[in-house]
Structure formats: C-alpha cells, structure tokens
C-alpha cells in the first residue's frame, strides 16, 4: 500500500504546526488496518462511550445511535456513507490528514466530510498533534446525522470560502467560530450544560474538564464575541462557549459575515480567558493551571 503522504507545508492548527497535506481523496484501505489499530478504536471507542453518558448532549447521543458505528472494528466508510447520505445527504471521504483551508471549505460547501484514514498508535491514546480516525469518526461524524448541525457544517464551507477571498483577518475570525462550537461547543440541555464539539467529545480528560472544573470559563454564546476571541492549541481551552440550541446557532451565523468582518477590524482580539462585563456567564473560571502565554 503507498502510505507516503506528500507533506506540503504546515499550518497552525488544533494542536500546533501540523502537516498540512495536498493528497487528494483516498480510499480508505480498510483490509490493511492492522489488529493493533481495530484494539485501539475498541478502546477508545468503549472508553468514551461511558464518559459520554450525562455529558454529551442529547442531540449527539441520538445521532450517534443512529449512525450505528460499533467499538468491535474500525468502521468502514463505505457503510456509514449508505446511512449518511440517506438522512443528510453528507458523504464521508478519505483523507491523509489536515488540508489546506480552501479544500477543506470546497468539501464541506458540497456535503463531503473529510475523514483521516490511519488511527492512533497504542501509545499515543491519550493525545497527538494531529487529527486522527478516532478524532474525525468518533467525534464529528454522528453531528453529520443531525439535520440542523448537517446544515450548519455546509453554510460553515460557503462561508469558509467566502473568507478566503477576502483576507486572512476574515478567515482568521471565521476559524474562531469553527474552534469554539464545532471543535469544542458546550450545549445548554434542560438538565444542565452538555458537549457537542468533536474536540471534546473525542477527548476523555476533556469530556469531563469542560464540564466538571471550576478552572474554564463558561460563556453564553455570542457570534461577535467568539470571533474575537483567541485560544489554546496546547492545552484544554480557557473559555468555552454555550449555544442554547443548534437553531440558536444556524439563525446566528445566517447574516452576511462580510460587514462583520469590516467591524471586527475596529478591535483587538480578546485573550483566550478574559471575561467581560457583556457576557452572560455561566462559570466564571478559577484559572486554576492556566499558562500565562500562549493563547493564538
Ligand atoms: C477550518 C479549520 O479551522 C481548519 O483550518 C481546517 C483546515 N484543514 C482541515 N483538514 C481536515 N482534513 N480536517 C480539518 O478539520 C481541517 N481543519
Ligand atoms: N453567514 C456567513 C456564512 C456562515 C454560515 C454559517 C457558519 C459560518 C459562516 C457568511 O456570510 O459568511
Ligand atoms: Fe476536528
């Protein structure tokens, strides 16, 4: 099997400089997943089913059901692709890693989520730099089912590539927004604060950090505000933002972003823990274990 991938350039991404690959789609060689690689999807899997009870939010935990992923092996793209473009019309592709922006917009502007094909080593359960099968599978897929969330994904790409034409300041507000719901998006159920962001939900010590510590703010959702805002690559984030309904989070990201984008100019970015006087606060954060630099 040619697993060489074509490394291009690195980007600032979710965990620091990472390759960024020009590889286009690849099949997913589904035969050659190794016993060592099915383990550790079993595992992962297994583990972060329990930490998910009581914790994600609903609407993750009825998609994940219904997109009927098991822990006993890797699945195949093939099958959740019959079930996904039945409810949603998304398609899953296969990819070597992170893509360059505009590719990775064209893709989710047509419905196609780009899913990295290889798995995590044994030692690297924990964490890695880079996002992996489990990352991508376990942690954004199931949304894909949602049909509000599979909306908002799509609007996301059309919007993505709209930035790119106009400069990297926009495209640098409009990655804040993708950091802050879709990667690590906390969700107010009727019995308290859930995930939704892949990024925690594919994360054990996250799952239960957002939740349960006293160190991260909690903040009301509001577009301007988190496109301000900086974060953590390196770390759990010091801020996370609540949406009160993926509705809530379609109706506010409907306007045209480019008069948005013209305002933002006009102000500085806000340091990944500040609070301010405007937010509506759920937890205001201890800051307990917060590094002093290094917000991006
Ligand atoms: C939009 C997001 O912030 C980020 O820049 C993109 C870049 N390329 C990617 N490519 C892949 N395959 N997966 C991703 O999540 C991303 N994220
Ligand atoms: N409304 C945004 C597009 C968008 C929708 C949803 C999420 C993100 C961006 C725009 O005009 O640019
Ligand atoms: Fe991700």
Known sequence: MNTTPQRVEHQLTDKGYVPVYTTAVVEQPWSSYSSDDHAVWAQLFERQQKVLVGRASDEFLTAQRAMH?????IPKFDDLNRTLRAHTGWELIGVEGLLPELTFFDHLAN????????IRKPEQIDYLSEPDLFHDLFGHVPLLMNPVFADYMQAYGKGGVKAHGIDPDALVHLTRLYWYTVEFGLIKQADGLRIYGSGIVSSKSES????ESNAPNRIGFDLERVMRTRYRIDTFQKTYFVIDSFEQLMRA???DFTPIYQRLREHDSIPAGDVLASDAVFNRGTGEGWLTDGDV
């Not at 992923?69 to 092996?73: F, K, L, N, Q, S």
């Not at 239960?208 to 939740?211: E, K, R, T």
Request: net charge positive; no cysteine.
């Open 253 to 255: 990201t409907e306007p």
């Open 69 to 73: 992923m098991t822990p006993d092996r």
């Open 208 to 211: 239960i950090y957002s939740l």
């Open 111 to 118: 419905r196609r989520f780009p899913v990295t094909w290889w």
